[in-house]
C-alpha cells in the first residue's frame, strides 16, 4: 500500500463504505461534498491501491499553489489536477481540463458545490459535473460523502488533528437523454444527500 495513504488511513482511522457500489478498478468521476481542504487526501487514501494510482484528485489552483510547500505537495505528491475558481477564461476552462484528464483513462475526485459547507448541508452545484457527464457518458458518477473531515482541518488551521473520519461511496448514476441540466444537478444533489444518510 501507499506508505502516504496508510499514514493518513492511520491518522484520521478513515473507514471507507462501499454502499452503492463494488471498488472496481474501472474509470469513475468520485463527486464529493466540500467540507475541507483535507477531503480529497482523505477520499484518495482510501481507495484501493489499483483505483488510487489511476485516480487524479481535482483542487483549487488559488490555494494549493501558495507557498513551495503547498505546490510541492499539489503537484509532485499528489499530482492533482489544479482549476481556477476565480478568473475563468476559455484557455483555462476546468472543464475542457478535466474531460482531458479523463481522456487519458484517469478517475477524477470532483467537488461539486465548489467551496465548502461546514454544517453537513449541501450547497448548489457548479454546472462542471453537468458537461462532464454529457461528454463522458459512459462514465459512471460517484456520489462519495465524506463525513468530519472539517474537524480533522478546519478552516484557517494548518496543522491536522487526528479525527474518526468515513467515506461513504453511494449508487452511480449517468446523465439520462434528454435530462437538462438543471434536471441533473439537482438529482446529483439529491444522490448526494442519500448518500450521507447511509
Same mark, same amino acid.
Given at each position: 500500500?501507499?506508505?502516504?495513504?496508510? @499514514?493518513?488511513? =492511520?491518522? @484520521?482511522?478513515?473507514?471507507?463504505?462501499?454502499? %452503492?457500489?463494488?471498488? #472496481?478498478?474501472?474509470?469513475?468521476?468520485?463527486?464529493?461534498?466540500?467540507? !475541507?481542504?483535507?477531503?480529497?487526501?482523505? &477520499?484518495?487514501?482510501?481507495?484501493?491501491?489499483?483505483?488510487?494510482?489511476?485516480?487524479? /484528485? *481535482? /483542487?483549487?489552483?488559488?490555494?494549493?499553489?501558495? %507557498?513551495?510547500?503547498?505546490?510541492?505537495?499539489? =503537484?509532485?505528491?499528489?499530482?492533482?489536477? $489544479?482549476?481556477?475558481? #476565480?478568473?475563468?477564461?476559455?484557455?483555462?476552462?476546468?472543464?475542457?481540463? =478535466?474531460?482531458? *484528464?479523463?481522456?487519458?483513462?484517469? !478517475? +477524477?475526485?470532483?467537488?461539486?458545490?465548489?467551496?465548502? !459547507?461546514?454544517?453537513?448541508? &449541501?450547497?448548489?452545484?457548479?454546472?462542471?459535473?453537468?458537461?462532464? /457527464?454529457?461528454?463522458?457518458?459512459?462514465?459512471?458518477?460517484?456520489? @462519495?460523502?465524506?463525513?468530519?473531515?472539517?474537524? *480533522? =482541518?478546519?478552516?484557517?488551521?494548518?496543522?491536522? $488533528?487526528?479525527? +474518526?473520519?468515513?467515506?461513504?461511496? %453511494?449508487?452511480?448514476?449517468? &446523465?439520462?437523454?434528454?435530462?437538462?441540466?438543471?434536471?441533473?444537478?439537482?438529482?446529483?444533489?439529491?444522490?448526494?444527500? #442519500?448518500?450521507?444518510?447511509?
Amino acid at each position: 500500500m501507499n506508505p502516504i495513504a496508510s @499514514t493518513l488511513q =492511520l491518522f @484520521t482511522g478513515v473507514q471507507a463504505r462501499w454502499m %452503492g457500489c463494488a471498488p #472496481e478498478p474501472t474509470q469513475r468521476i468520485y463527486f464529493a461534498n466540500h467540507t !475541507s481542504h483535507f477531503d480529497f487526501l482523505v &477520499l484518495w487514501s482510501v481507495l484501493p491501491d489499483k483505483l488510487r494510482c489511476n485516480t487524479t /484528485a *481535482v /483542487a483549487a489552483k488559488d490555494y494549493w499553489m501558495k %507557498g513551495p510547500f503547498r505546490k510541492w505537495l499539489a =503537484l509532485k505528491v499528489f499530482k492533482v489536477a $489544479l482549476i481556477e475558481r #476565480e478568473n475563468v477564461t476559455r484557455k483555462n476552462n476546468p472543464v475542457v481540463q =478535466l474531460k482531458a *484528464v479523463l481522456d487519458r483513462g484517469s !478517475s +477524477l475526485i470532483i467537488f461539486p458545490e465548489g467551496t465548502r !459547507s461546514f454544517d453537513r448541508q &449541501l450547497h448548489e452545484f457548479k454546472s462542471g459535473i453537468y458537461h462532464l /457527464a454529457r461528454s463522458r457518458s459512459d462514465v459512471d458518477l460517484v456520489p @462519495t460523502f465524506l463525513d468530519n473531515c472539517n474537524r *480533522v =482541518l478546519p478552516k484557517g488551521e494548518f496543522i491536522p $488533528l487526528p479525527m +474518526l473520519c468515513s467515506v461513504t461511496f %453511494g449508487t452511480p448514476i449517468r &446523465l439520462q437523454p434528454k435530462e437538462t441540466k438543471e434536471e441533473f444537478l439537482n438529482r446529483a444533489r439529491l444522490a448526494l444527500e #442519500e448518500c450521507a444518510k447511509l
